[in-house]
């Protein structure tokens, strides 16, 4: 099972994390220096399935994935994207729990993130409106999230669904240019790699796109 590996914290780190949290008292602030923990990710799989989770992930910098693998199948779907500044939902949830994680998070790109012990949760949850607000609006739009991409598998078509991916990753990574493999679009998707290429070829065909290894250019979506 993977476990995480941490390098400490710096005042920079602190300063980051003030500007989620706006109000926190400088005291507070000084306690938590010898317990928030960042780590510095390049690898693909941050938190597999089943891993118990310690603290509550901030992300500082970089883009994260979140998927739910079914049990029987070992079939993946893409539930949403974590980008700077944002939260998983599912982790708090199992960090008040004190449970494992259900899902698998993988990281887009390098991405360095902000873990809060579990202990600070309830206290910071009762005296902090800020902290409370953001907890809320971090459940809200991750359930929002997770209605559209029940829509989306329930009434929408394969190729809708895969253009609207593409805009998606070209959101993230911030160009046209997109970095991604026919297979990874495929289990984001749960499709197959061989039907998502043939569609990513129609909509070159169409000079939506120009296909090359690894990079999807997004001409006209």
Known sequence: M????YDGTNEDECEYY???????QTQTMDKLKEKLKKDKYSTKIIIDPGMPIPFVPLIISGSLRVLKQDEKTGHELLLYYLKAGETCATSLSCCM????SE?????EEASTLLGIPIE???KWTHD????????????????DEL???????????LDERLIKHLKELSSIQKTKMVSTSHQEIATNLNSSREVISRLLKQMEKREMV??????IELTNL
């Open 2 to 5: 993977k476990q995480p590996i």
């Open 18 to 24: 003030d500007n989620v949290v706006m109000d926190l």
């Open 97 to 100: 729990h004190k449970g494992e």
């Open 103 to 107: 899902v698998e998070v993988m990281s």
């Open 120 to 122: 600070y949760l309830d």
């Open 128 to 143: 902090y409106p800020e902290w409370r607000e953001f907890i809320m609006m971090t459940y809200q739009k991750r359930f």
């Open 147 to 157: 209605l559209e991409t029940i829509n989306s598998v329930a009434f929408s078509q």
């Open 210 to 215: 120009k296909l090359s290894r690894n990079v």
